[in-house]
């Protein structure tokens, strides 16, 4: 193993997706250091008060380096380095490789309360800001510097997802008693399709990885429920997991789809796992959770604390005995951690019954290869993004540790005396991207400092790996506020963009009501496509059909016969 010394920060640090680059906010400034030497690439003067307030802090995710579909060719999507923090109204977005790019969004939220969440879309020139107590989602434009507002959004967080090839979007909306997905098309955002959903309480939805299926799960109140909508909108199936409809059950607790997209994973609220066939959605295997442990072909590891309180793994005897939660009552304990390996040879998870087990399932025997016992409860568990078969185990535990598993080990592997100089505040670690074959690095630290480390394949020490001393380099006369372009100071849009070589576009002009002369646009979840929208693309809905719709693509394309 090996380190980088310990970098102070304010904020929680965020690699990029191309792992070169660290963000972290360090008093007032924005800072983007080297992950391969440590030294200071790039700061940013911020303004003292957005600084502190500052609550988001995101890098455009790594989708953009696939594949996409437009105009009918495939092609491949430069990747831009982009990221964007936000306090409770304002954001701003940078390039990491243009310090003469940038835009801020004033007002982002409107008047709606504070941005409960910001992202990035699926191009790099588009940001999604939910405003607070699910009033809206606004998609804003960094080119045309307009907005497209979507009312009733149902979450925050888990209720929407971009479609895998396409990056159409899919949001699931509760505008009255009823949840509706809607579908918007990409770049324009115009509405494609929207349909009410067969379920009472929807708690979330998302793409299989080849974009055939949306997966709905119901609440667990309402019954055990999942929902198998096509592309286009069209109900498929409803799993009701073996039991009478007129049941009520346990319920779901989350879904989860095989990278490969082979399996959906459904995790209950009875300590089982169900993983459904994808092409049929019929269960091939019931994954249980015992709190006694008996596989006879699986390697068990209990967490061992010597004197010197360093952690190690060591084999158990069977039948194994882990801790368990105690039950008071006030809802069963369900399996609410589940994570595919990105090759599709296993399944990690976790049971609220027995907090301080992880369960590592073979997918080609569907029963456990390995089980480790903990003595802190699970906080999280993460594949390695291009080691397919390493695992990192996150622990609540008092020592800042790490937890690593990987098959081809003779024993799990725990990093002990990681030394950060200021071990409080729940420090929590994050693979940071690595290509296949080259050394695993993972960033480790809380909102007052972080350190990067290396994991190497033989067992060792933690050393330091060389750094560059160097004095910050500060952007003089650069702050946030004079980053604006002078020409745009009468511009009515709260977007505020600073490029030499930015070139407008102008959205759809027309009749439409789906922009507002602000430029900002309402959209109304029941309207449908076409009904009081300009767009093309509810003006197109054969042709956009024909590029959602590839589930039952047959369908359209047989030959239609008439008798006389």
């Known amino acids: 193993m090996e380190a980088h010394k310990c970098f102070s920060s304010t904020q929680r640090s965020v690699p990029s997706p191309n792992a070169e680059i660290i963000a972290t906010i360090h008093q007032s400034r924005l800072v983007l250091r080297s992950s391969a030497d440590g030294s200071v690439l790039r700061t940013i003067l911020l303004d003292n008060d957005f600084a502190a307030r500052c609550t988001h802090l995101r890098w455009l995710p790594r989708r953009e380096l696939q594949s996409e579909v437009e105009n009918g060719n495939q092609r491949d999507s430069p990747f831009q380095l982009r990221f964007l923090i936000a306090d409770d109204d304002k954001i701003h977005v940078y390039d990491a490789t243009d310090a003469q790019w940038h835009a801020a969004i004033n007002g982002a939220s409107s008047t709606m309360g504070k941005i409960a969440n910001v992202e990035f879309g699926y191009k790099p020139d588009e940001v999604l800001v939910f405003s607070d107590f699910s009033t809206k989602v606004t998609i804003w434009s960094l080119k045309s510097s307009r907005g497209v507002e979507i009312r009733d959004p149902k979450f925050s967080r888990r209720g929407h997802?971009?479609?895998?090839?396409?990056?159409?979007?899919?949001?699931?909306?509760?505008?009255?008693?009823?949840?509706?997905?809607?579908?918007?098309?990409?770049?324009?955002?115009?509405?494609?399709?929207?349909?009410?959903?067969?379920?009472?309480?929807?708690?979330?939805?998302?793409?299989?990885?080849?974009?055939?299926?949306?997966?709905?799960?119901?609440?667990?109140?309402?019954?055990y429920m999942v929902f198998i909508y096509t592309a286009d909108g069209h109900l498929f199936k409803t799993y009701h997991g073996g039991q009478d409809t007129e049941n009520v059950g346990l319920g779901i607790k989350g879904v989860e789809w095989d990278p490969t997209g082979k399996y959906l994973a459904v995790g209950t609220y009875d300590d089982q796992v169900t993983?459904?066939?994808?092409?049929?959605?019929?269960?091939?295997?019931?994954?249980?959770?015992?709190?006694?442990?008996?596989?006879?072909?699986?390697?068990?590891?209990?967490?061992?604390?010597?004197?010197?309180?360093?952690?190690?793994?060591?084999?158990?005897?069977?039948?194994?005995?882990?801790?368990?939660?105690?039950?008071?009552?006030?809802?069963?304990?369900?399996?609410?951690?589940?994570?595919?390996?990105?090759?599709?040879?296993?399944?990690?998870?976790?049971?609220?019954?027995?907090?301080t087990t992880v369960w590592?399932?073979?997918?080609?025997?569907?029963?456990?290869?390995?089980?480790?016992?903990?003595?802190s409860p699970i906080k999280s568990l993460q594949w390695h993004p291009t080691d397919s078969h390493l695992l990192m185990i996150h622990c609540a535990s008092p020592d800042p540790t790490i937890h690593l598993w990987n098959p081809s080990w003779d024993t799990p592997r725990i990093i002990n005396n990681l030394h950060l100089k200021n071990p409080a505040g729940k420090p929590e670690p994050t693979w940071v991207y690595s290509p296949p074959g080259g050394k695993p690095k993972l960033l480790f630290g809380n909102a007052q400092n972080y350190v990067l480390i290396s994991i190497s394949p033989t067992e060792g020490e933690l050393s330091p790996l060389p750094t560059t001393t160097k004095s910050i380099p500060i952007l003089e006369g650069r702050g946030p506020e004079d980053m604006f372009d002078e020409g745009n100071s009468m511009d009515l849009s709260p977007i505020k963009i600073n490029h030499n070589d930015f070139t407008a576009r102008i959205q759809p002009a027309g009749s439409s009501s789906y922009y507002s002369g602000s430029g900002s646009g309402v959209f109304d979840n029941f309207g449908g496509a076409g009904a009081g929208d300009g767009h093309s693309e509810a003006g197109q809905w054969g042709e956009i059909s024909e590029e959602v719709d590839d589930t039952f693509d047959f369908r359209k394309r047989l030959p239609v016969s008439t008798s006389t």
């Open 161 to 223: 997802c971009f479609r895998p090839r396409t990056g159409h979007l899919a949001m699931l909306t509760r505008p009255d008693t009823r949840d509706v997905v809607v579908l918007l098309a990409p770049r324009t955002h115009g509405l494609v399709h929207s349909f009410v959903l067969a379920t009472v309480d929807a708690q979330g939805l998302k793409w299989s990885p080849d974009g055939r299926w949306l997966a709905i799960w119901e609440a667990a109140s309402a019954g």
């Open 360 to 375: 590592i399932w073979s997918l080609q025997s569907l029963a456990p290869a390995t089980i480790l016992i903990h003595h």
């Open 275 to 355: 993983l459904l066939y994808a092409s049929t959605f019929h269960p091939i295997a019931i994954l249980e959770h015992s709190s006694t442990i008996t596989s006879p072909n699986a390697l068990i590891y209990q967490e061992q604390i010597d004197a010197s309180k360093s952690r190690s793994y060591t084999s158990a005897p069977q039948p194994a005995y882990p801790p368990t939660q105690p039950n008071e009552g006030t809802q069963p304990a369900a399996v609410s951690i589940m994570t595919f390996s990105i090759d599709g040879d296993f399944l990690a998870t976790r049971s609220d019954a027995t907090p």
